[in-house]
């Protein structure tokens, strides 16, 4: 992974208190509360109104939005490290990327909401948004987890890890500069720029974990995965830049199993309906299937250009989804790893995050800035919406029960959270 220098910005006040608020029934309260903050928030009537989905008013800009976009296509740069091999074969990605119909609307934008403010340390990790249910989310700003709920709009922070305070929440540690983050049942997961991992249970005010899983001066935590074992066990898994994946019993935090690869592991994701098989990926194109329990290689993906920062499985354990600086993902079916089941392809940078919907009907793609797509995997992903905005990507993710979807932004003026419900046809047909 390469590296980039980290702006330190200042400290948040805000204290520790609960982080969520009961009333799973009232979905649509937002839709008539008194709490409107013109300045703040945009809706979705605003939008119908002809006011901009992010609130630019581009009626007082010297251009328009659409020359602004065309200008934004034209000089943006994608960031690659193995340049000449994409520029090499950029014409047989292209033929290969499959054809998909833009313009469905499977999620309707409803909200968007200023006051959530996200910020990014390392420009290749974009795993910094996490939804808890469909009005929870956690989010980071400024060195610290922060919490914010749709019905109450109300920030909270979650763990302060700016360090030297009297709130700092990893004692010894020093100040985390968080690059990734996981939120996961009742447990937060926070990994940072020196091999860090703070993990809070949202039960209690103290830390149930605080450590460096590598003394690697390198030894980033790039990516952080919670998962389940089929004995009912927590795992949280940790890939870093020290060429390691490590696996960690919950109970404990002990390493129950570590795998070492030739390269900056940056992203590793747990199959869902087998929890000894791991996706990993790197500073390397091919993609591994590994078995976590005993280290041995399963298959090799091959097909990607550069290097990938993003995975993703399906629920049904079959299909998995691999993110790539050559701008595109790829949709394989383990079953026959020999060669990728489907090509997806961006408008303008690399992709930096993948999530499957919880029902598995949606596959959701970011880029690093600008654009977000969401795939019809019923429609062997040959159908899409495209979400277009301006500003740099922290996260997407869906609430758990796929019914909303949410963007963050990271913008020195316009950093917010764009929110989306499940369009009402969407919701009837059902998942895959």
């Known amino acids: 992974m390469a590296e980039q220098d980290v702006d330190i910005a200042a400290l948040s006040d805000d204290e520790v208190v609960d982080l969520t608020v009961d009333g799973d029934d009232w979905d649509d309260v937002e839709d008539f509360s008194d709490l409107e903050q013109d300045l703040e928030e945009t809706t979705a009537e605003d939008s119908r109104q002809g006011k901009d989905m992010q609130g630019i008013p581009w009626d007082r800009m010297q251009f328009s939005r659409e020359h602004y976009r065309d200008t934004r296509l034209e000089d943006y740069r ?122 809070r249970n949202t039960s209690q005010q103290e830390p149930v974990c605080s450590m460096r899983v590598t003394n690697n001066d390198n030894g980033i935590t790039n990516a952080i995965e919670i998962f389940h074992t089929r004995e009912g066990g927590t795992r949280i898994m940790t890939a870093n830049n020290d060429q390691m994946v490590r696996v960690y019993d919950a109970a404990h935090f002990q390493v129950v199993s570590g795998l070492h690869f030739d390269w900056a592991v940056n992203f590793a994701a747990a199959c869902p309906t087998n929890d000894g098989l791991v996706a990993v990926v790197g500073d390397d194109p091919v993609a591994r299937l590994t078995d976590v329990k005993t280290g041995k290689p399963v298959a090799a993906l091959k097909g990607h250009l550069d290097y990938s920062f993003a995975a993703a499985w399906h629920p049904d354990g079959h299909l998995l989804a691999t993110g790539n600086q050559d701008t595109t993902t790829r949709i394989w079916d383990i079953r026959q790893p020999g060669k990728s089941l489907a090509v997806l392809n961006g408008r303008m940078g690399a992709v930096r995050s993948l999530r499957f919907s919880s029902d598995g009907r949606f596959l959701a793609m970011a880029e690093p800035a600008d654009f977000v797509h969401v795939f019809d995997v019923k429609a062997g992903f040959q159908r899409s919406q495209e979400i277009d905005m301006f500003g740099e990507i922290s996260g997407v993710c869906f609430s758990p029960q796929a019914d909303k979807f949410f963007v963050g932004i990271a913008d020195a003026t316009y950093s917010s959270l764009l929110q989306f419900r499940r369009h009402a046809y969407q919701s009837l047909v059902g998942g895959r």
């Open 78 to 199: 994608n960031y690659l490290n193995l340049k000449d091999e994409v520029d090499a074969h950029q014409e047989q990605l292209t033929q290969e990327c499959l054809s998909v119909q833009k313009g469905s609307d499977f999620f309707d934008f409803y909200r968007n909401s200023r006051s959530v403010k996200s910020t990014i340390v390392h420009f290749q990790l974009r795993n910094l948004l996490w939804a808890t249910s469909k009005h929870d989310l956690y989010f980071m700003h400024d060195h610290c987890v922060k919490h914010w709920n749709s019905l109450t709009r109300q920030t909270t922070e979650v763990m302060d890890l700016s360090g030297g305070s009297r709130r700092s929440f990893a004692p010894g540690l020093g100040r985390v500069v968080v690059s990734t983050l996981c939120v996961q049942d009742n447990l937060i997961a926070a990994g940072g720029f020196n091999g860090d991992l703070v993990i």
